[in-house]
Every structure is written in structure tokens, then in C-alpha cells.
T-cell receptor, first 112, second 113 residues
Framework: EAQVTQNPRYLITVTGKKLTVTCSQNMNHEYMSWYRQDPGLGLRQIYYSMNVEVTDKGDVPEGYKVSRKEKRNFPLILESPSPNQTSLYFC???????????FGPGTRLTVL | DQQVKQNSPSLSVQEGRISILNCDYTNSMFDYFLWYKKYPAEGPTFLISISSIKDKNEDGRFTVFLNKSAKHLSLHIVPSQPGDSAVYFCAASRPKGAQKLVFGQGTRLTINP
């Protein structure tokens, strides 16, 4: 089954404790992206990757890091999480930016 | 700076009638537009798209209209069904060189029986 998986689905952590949210896709997509969804703001892009070892900032990259060492994986790293990073996070992938993007089920992160 | 705006946070429509969701954008360089549908506790799913060289695209009960001069697009759902109740996001793609996707804030559509 073609899918994008994210782990964990729910996470409660404390300020400053490094965490990683994993994202994996099994569709051999070149393009992957991370978004956060906040009330009244919709989905905002954090980082995206055009291919292995090629990443670039989206609209809200501050406080986040990503890596793309393999085509299928695109982890989101929060080196020192803060409460303003409490949000619902989605990973997505597609062949090209204008193609249909397949989204993961989301990760709800709470930073205390 | 919200480049893609959905000014109606919510919309309520009777089953069987037409639902019209609106979206405005400010950047005339956007060249591809998409609509996504999101149910609670799930990721968004692609619904329909349109290229800036077209003014209409239809897929079953869903039609997207693009008015480039007004920088406005709309999604028409007819007839509306209870399963259409969801949050709808419009999104715009910047020129290929920038390779970014910008989403609106979303509109919650409720279809009443």
C-alpha cells in the first residue's frame, strides 16, 4: 500500500529536550516536505527536499532541522524544542511539487 | 503575509445543494493551484488541481474555477453529500524555480442532512 508514515503520532515533551519525528514514504517520490498546522494559519511549510541531500527552507524553518540521506526518509529534528513549537505536524511527498502530495497522518506535538 | 487566503473559516450547506468554497491569492507568479480535503485525525488528501493556463477543471462532483485577473479560485461541489463535511485547504505553487507550496487557512464545510 502506497503511504507516508510518521512516528510518533503523539508526543509530549519538555522545553529543550531534543526530539526527532520520522517520516518515511514507499512511493519512490523525489519531493518531500514538512508542514505545521496551527489554528487560523492553515498549513505552513517548514522545510522541503527536492531529492537526496537537497533540502531548502520553507516559510517557517526557525527552530527546525531536516536531513535527506535516503530517498524514502525525511526526519524533522527539533534540537531545542520550545512551547511555540506545539503544533500538528504533517509530512508529505510527491514526484514533483505540482503533483498530488500524499500526506502522512500527522504528529501532534506538545512542548511543555 | 498570507499569500493565499480563505476568508470563510466555516460554511454550512444543506445536503444536495451546491457548496462553493473560495480562495484568493496575492502573488501573480503562482502557476498551479490545488485543493485538499482533511478529515479529523487524518492527513490532507488531494482533491483537484488546476493549472494557470486553464480557467476550469472538473472531476465528477468537484469543479475548480480560476479567475487569474481577480486572483481568485473557487471549488464547487454539487450535489453536496454528508461525506463532504471536512476542512478544505486551497494551495498554490510558486514558479518552478522556487518549488514551494503555499496553503490557505482552510474552510470547515458542514453538510446538513
Amino acid at each position: 500500500e502506497a503511504q507516508v508514515t510518521q512516528n510518533p503520532r503523539y508526543l509530549i515533551t519538555v522545553t529543550g529536550k531534543k526530539l526527532t519525528v520520522t517520516c518515511s514514504q514507499n512511493m519512490n517520490h523525489e519531493y518531500m516536505s514538512w508542514y505545521r498546522q496551527d489554528p487560523g494559519l492553515g498549513l505552513r511549510q517548514i522545510y522541503y527536499s527536492m531529492n537526496v541531500e537537497v533540502t531548502d527552507k520553507g516559510d517557517v524553518p526557525e527552530g527546525y532541522k531536516v536531513s535527506r540521506k535516503e530517498k524514502r526518509n525525511f526526519p524533522l529534528i527539533l534540537e531545542s524544542p520550545s512551547p511555540n513549537q506545539t503544533s500538528l505536524y504533517f509530512c508529505a511527498s510527491s514526484f514533483l511539487i505540482e503533483d498530488e502530495q500524499f500526506f502522512g497522518p500527522g504528529t501532534r506535538l506538545t512542548v511543555l | 503575509d498570507q499569500q493565499v487566503k480563505q476568508n470563510s473559516p466555516s460554511l454550512s450547506v444543506q445536503e444536495g445543494r451546491i457548496s462553493i468554497l473560495n480562495c484568493d491569492y496575492t502573488n501573480s507568479m503562482f502557476d498551479y493551484f490545488l485543493w485538499y480535503k482533511k478529515y479529523p485525525a487524518e492527513g490532507p488528501t488531494f482533491l483537484i488541481s488546476i493549472s494557470s493556463i486553464k480557467d476550469k477543471n472538473e472531476d465528477g462532483r468537484f469543479t475548480v474555477f480560476l479567475n487569474k485577473s481577480a486572483k481568485h479560485l473557487s471549488l464547487h461541489i454539487v450535489p453536496s453529500q454528508p461525506g463532504d463535511s471536512a476542512v478544505y485547504f486551497c494551495a498554490a505553487s510558486r514558479p518552478k524555480g522556487a518549488q514551494k507550496l503555499v496553503f490557505g487557512q482552510g474552510t470547515r464545510l458542514t453538510i446538513n442532512p
